[in-house]
């Protein structure tokens, strides 16, 4: 028989433990070094029960990426949706230089690119991340900055994908100017309609 899990219970305890383990091994190691052994070593959850909940390497990334999707990302309110957008750009590109959460995040896109199932947990992840940032966009337009038309989540998208395009496909080192740059392109497209 199965047991219920109660938020804040011995599950909830467990999982973020294995959740630590999971990030600590993966800024080590990174997913190519990410083990179910490890994880449980680290956690101090019994190996049995990892394998039974997480499965695989690709299990422990889904259900990380699954608890992160919840967590509040830092939405910049500066009253200009030009500083605004900048500062996502940035907060992306600094997250992905940062010590401890770059290797984690850089991890999270290596897993997806190999797993349907990390995959899937990336593209929820993101999904709840650009529609957090898209606060800005939607301000804007309550503001009477932007049409009421423009899609603010695809407004967001397209802003940082070329952060992500830098990062991941021409490995090219990503600069504050790179940033500003992406933020503003995506804010004449969006003031022209185009998005």
Not at 4 to 23: I, N
Not at 103 to 125: C, G, K
């Amino acid at each position: 028989m199965e047991t219920q899990k109660r938020p804040g219970g011995r599950s909830a305890r467990v999982r973020d433990a294995v959740r630590q383990a999971t990030l600590a091994e993966l800024t080590l190691h990174g997913y190519s070094g990410l083990t179910v052994d490890n994880v449980a070593q680290r956690s101090g959850v019994h190996k049995t029960t990892v394998y039974r909940r997480w499965g695989s390497p690709e299990g422990l990334i889904a259900d990380a990426l699954e608890l992160a999707e919840n967590e509040p990302w830092p939405i910049p309110d500066t009253g200009s949706l030009d500083d605004d957008l900048r500062a996502i750009t940035e907060l992306v590109r600094t997250g992905f230089a940062d010590p401890d959460a770059g290797p984690v995040a850089s991890a999270f896109i290596a897993a997806a690119v190999q797993n349907s199932t990390a995959a899937e947990a990336l593209r929820h992840f993101y999904a709840a991340r650009h529609t957090q940032s898209a606060e800005v966009v939607r301000r804007a337009i309550a503001r009477g900055n932007l049409p009421d038309t423009v899609d603010a989540e695809e407004v967001i998208r397209f802003a940082v994908a070329p952060i992500y395009y830098r990062l991941f496909i021409t490995h090219e080192p990503v600069t504050t100017q790179d940033t500003l740059r992406a933020a503003d392109a995506a804010l004449a497209a969006a003031r022209a309609g185009a998005i």
